[in-house]
Every structure is written in structure tokens, then in C-alpha cells.
């Protein structure tokens, strides 16, 4: 059975750093494009950065760009977000994704793109 879980996520001052995890089980994670996505309320669910199981290559938003980083460890079939100099306007419900319908290919930082969600995290940046 294919899932993703996410954990991570909480509360933190602006300027704060926090490290995002999506665990994956049922398959393994470094065959497929993956991505992290966010929803704010009252907005729609948004790219964030994702990286493909092609190279490794790894894309970004403009709006998180110099501020986080994506990564993979297969050894724990497990994919990071690591964030720093966290903002208010980061606040959101953050979720991991899978592209599951095809092996070794780039990675799209679009919704439509992947098929496969986690059940979501929330970031809060207050202080």
C-alpha cells in the first residue's frame, strides 16, 4: 500500500529554521519525482519545490528560493524539506507528493503532476 507521511511541522518564530519529513512506504521513493506542496486558508494549494528521480535536479518556487532545501535519503525511503529563515507568509499546511506513474523522470512543480499525497503538516510562523 503506497503512503506518504509527513512530519516536522509546528510553530516558530520568523527567522526560524524547521526540517519537514515524508516518509514513504509501499514503494521506493528514489524511482519516482517528488514534490512539496503548501496551502495557506483561503488559498490554493501551491508548488514548493520538488526533485526528480531522474538526476536528483531539484526545483523551487521563486518565493523560497536561497531559503530551502530539498533532499532525499534512500537509505530511509525518506525526502526532507529543510527550512530556513522561516516568514509568516510561509505559514500553511505543507504536504509531500508522488509522481507514481513513471519511473526516472523530471519532476513538474505542478499540482496536476502528481498522484499521490500525504495527509499534510502544519507550519505555523508567529511570534
Known amino acids: 500500500q503506497v503512503q506518504l507521511v509527513e512530519s516536522g511541522g509546528g510553530l516558530v518564530q520568523p527567522g526560524g529554521s524547521l526540517r519537514l519529513s515524508c516518509a514513504a512506504s509501499?514503494?521506493?521513493?528514489?524511482?519516482?519525482?517528488i514534490g512539496w506542496f503548501r496551502q495557506a486558508p483561503g488559498k490554493e494549494r501551491e508548488g514548493v519545490s520538488c526533485?526528480?528521480?531522474?538526476?536528483?535536479?531539484?526545483y523551487y518556487a521563486d518565493s523560497v528560493k536561497g531559503r530551502f532545501t530539498i533532499s532525499r535519503d534512500n537509505a530511509k525511503n525518506t525526502v526532507y524539506l529543510q527550512m530556513n529563515s522561516l516568514k509568516p507568509e510561509d505559514t500553511a499546511v505543507y504536504y509531500c507528493?508522488?509522481?507514481?506513474?513513471?519511473?526516472?523522470?523530471?519532476?513538474?512543480?505542478?499540482?496536476?503532476?502528481?498522484?499521490?499525497w500525504g495527509q499534510g503538516t502544519q507550519v505555523t510562523v508567529s511570534s
Open positions: 507528493a508522488a509522481d507514481l506513474s513513471r519511473t526516472f523522470r523530471l519532476c513538474v512543480l505542478l499540482r496536476a503532476f502528481f498522484g499521490s
Open positions: 509501499g514503494f521506493t521513493l528514489d524511482y519516482y519525482a
Open positions: 526533485i526528480s528521480s531522474s538526476d536528483g535536479s531539484t
